[in-house]
């Protein structure tokens, strides 16, 4: 059973680079609820991706450790409420805007995997770099295991 998410709830994930952090303010609250998570770009599978594009094996090792911490919040995120990002590198300029959905998101992963596994086509689309990677991969694990529709992004 899914909760009702209150009006003027805010969520923020930070991607960094060894660790990141969500933030979930209420209405009534003072202060924003902080989650730390235990990866960031250079810290994601736990080490950093060492291949660019990451390989094929790089990338299920990241999906597990992206995924185990994110299950560790899950019961405190209310679903269905937006997702905020700030991360370095941004998703925007290569996915084409602030405002990126799921189905968008799951593309672009979809050709990350193409591209791990060698496919020419998929590796002319996006960036062979390791951290934009990483920021695509954590993203797609959170829209899909978190019940958002889409990510806006801020800088």
Known sequence: MTQPVPEMMTL???IGEQRSQVWLSQPDATT????PLAFGTHAIQPGPFRNAPPTPLELERAIMVVEDELMRI???IPSGLQLTLHSQPSLAEVLGGN????DLVEQAFGQLAAMAEGDPLAASQLPRDECFAAVLLIVREWLHHLASESVLIVE
Do not use: K
């Open 12 to 14: 923020l994930l930070e």
């Open 99 to 102: 405002l990126l959905s799921r």
């Open 32 to 35: 924003p609820q902080a989650y």
């Open 74 to 76: 899950a019961p405190q």
